[in-house]
């Protein structure tokens, strides 16, 4: 099993995203957000893609159903394989096929992808309409059934409402319906619990998961910051910074044993209720700006505290360290214990800033 090519037993994947590279153009300079980044996404499994703000998070997703927006953005190389088509390769009227009926995406902010001047009814039943036989009234029943699997109440009734009308949580579960109403193969959420307080999150949540309890082949890619959330719902994670991953596990496998230190300095971020009242760890510094990525070294080196000199001038390769686990750092690499390194580095007095 190669490093980048993460096979789960005999099972074979429904999505193959291979050395994927998008960039944007700002100003006079072409920024690389997404840069090589390769994954499996199997039948029935929850894969989460976590990392901070600017990691290449969304923009992997949106080069999925190729919605980055061209221009400024352009998916420069790699193949996104799907029932043994590249949708690289495919034409635009190609790929409406695709989008919704097979792959289809809950985006981030419902109230800004929901269309503010059309009755919900409409927007719901416009995926059958478009990618089915089914009539207008037809479709119209379907999108009252699938309002109420979602949870929402008089589903019937609410189809004549406006997004406005609908609470966050609501028209969350509105995008659910919209996503799931054609049967999709493969759901990507991006940040489906964004803005909702933590009592209507465990509601979406338990939502999706009950997707995959009535349609057990159906893949879930999740887009998330909250690892909290990742921890609940994922079967396997990537770990994504700097447009690259860093490192790939079962969820159980990296929670117990993170080896990168950039994935240990989320998990450390997390609360603990046994260290109530002590501040909670931080990663130094910030993600850089995507003009200012380094070229030739590890994406991370700039904010590791335990980062060496060949990190700052060779990028490390994914390199397999365990079934199923992967990691790109020069550290582990070489059998180093990462762990104890952040440790002792975080015991010992600060002499000196990472560079």
């Known amino acids: 099993m190669s490093a980048d090519q993460q096979n789960r037993g005999d099972g074979k994947p429904v999505l193959q995203v291979k050395d994927l590279v998008t960039s944007f153009q700002v100003g006079t300079n072409r920024a690389v957000a997404v840069n090589g980044v390769t994954f499996d996404v199997y039948e029935g499994e929850t894969l989460g893609i976590v990392g901070e703000s600017g990691s290449g998070k969304s923009v992997t997703s949106l080069s999925i159903l190729r919605l980055v927006p061209d221009p400024p953005g352009h998916i420069d190389g790699g193949q996104i394989l799907f029932e043994g088509q590249d949708l690289l390769q495919l034409s635009y009227a190609q790929m409406r096929k695709v989008r919704g009926a097979k792959i289809a995406m809950i ?132 770990v994504m910074y700097g447009g690259k991953v860093q490192e790939v596990a079962p ?12 994935t240990q300095g989320l998990l450390g971020s997390i609360p603990d209720p046994k260290h109530k009242g002590e501040p909670l760890p931080t990663i130094p510094g910030n993600v850089p700006h995507i003009l200012e990525l380094p070229v030739g070294a590890c994406r991370f080196h700039s904010r590791c505290p335990i980062a060496e000199e060949r990190c700052r001038t060779t990028e490390p390769a994914l390199t397999s360290v365990g079934h199923e686990h992967s990691v790109r750092c020069h550290l582990v690499a070489d059998g180093i214990d990462t762990f104890a390194r952040m440790r002792e580095h975080a015991a010992a007095p600060r002499t000196e800033e990472v560079r």
């Open 107 to 238: 985006f981030q902010e419902p109230m800004s992808s929901l269309n503010p001047v059309m009755k919900i009814g409409a927007q719901v039943a416009e995926t059958l309409q478009v990618h089915s036989k089914l009539s207008k009234s037809e479709a119209r029943e379907r999108a009252v059934e699938v309002l109420d699997a979602v949870g929402i109440p008089d589903a019937r009734a609410r189809l004549d409402h406006y997004p406005h009308q609908f609470s966050g949580g609501m028209r969350q579960r509105v995008m659910i319906a919209m996503a799931l109403i054609a049967k999709p193969k493969i759901l990507i959420a991006d940040e489906p619990t964004t803005a909702l307080d933590v009592t209507i999150q465990a509601q979406i949540l338990e939502l999706m998961k009950g997707l995959q309890d009535d349609r057990p082949e159906t893949a879930i890619i999740l887009i998330t910051h909250d690892l909290a959330v990742v921890a609940e719902t994922c079967d396997r994670v990537l």
């Open 251 to 262: 969820i159980e496998q990296l929670f117990e044993d993170p080896r990168h230190p950039y």
